[in-house]
């Protein structure tokens, strides 16, 4: 509700109020909504997370399980280089310098431990909760039958998520990130374009 900066500029009060996210809402806030409209068209969203986090030292994958524990990550730079970053996960880090000789607990999953099935079902648990669709990546093996693959949107269909993006490494386009095993030694943005 915006009683001060207005409603953004296409908000329709009676098509707004009927959307099924905001039937809801609890009562005194879509009175708010229908006295005073809304500023903005969508109040929830759960961001993508990957590039940003590298930011906050990988903090966060939000909604995402950890890709790998450790993996290289290639950003487009303005110059339209490449820089490579090598990326570790924070928790696992932290669990090899206070246990370096101990195996991992099953608590430590990476994203390709995971079924396809697992990466809906944990989206489907919060898109009742958030009006947009959400940014969540199913990473699934190059080799998955197509019927397989196809099989991952009927399935986001039928779960009533608003989206799903599924990612799969292919020869021409290759991957954004790299298991550590797999990737190139990372180097820095000036090393990498000589």
Known sequence: MSRRTGFYPVFERQQYLEGAF?????????????????????????APTGTISLLADNLSSGLEPVFRFQFTRRVLQRDGRHATHSVQDPAWRLWQEGHPDQALPEAFLQADDLEPEAH????????????????????????????????IYRRAHALGLKGCTTFRPNSVTGAVLESAESATPCCDIEREND
Not at 127 to 139: E, H, L
């Open 22 to 46: 905001i039937r809801t809402l609890p009562d005194d806030l879509r009175d708010g909504i229908a006295r005073f409209g809304v500023r903005n068209s969508h109040l929830t969203a759960i």
């Open 120 to 151: 809906l079902v944990m989206q489907a648990a919060l898109q009742p909760y958030v009006d947009s669709a959400m940014s969540k990546t199913v990473n699934v093996p190059q080799d998955m039958p197509f019927e397989r693959f196809k099989a």
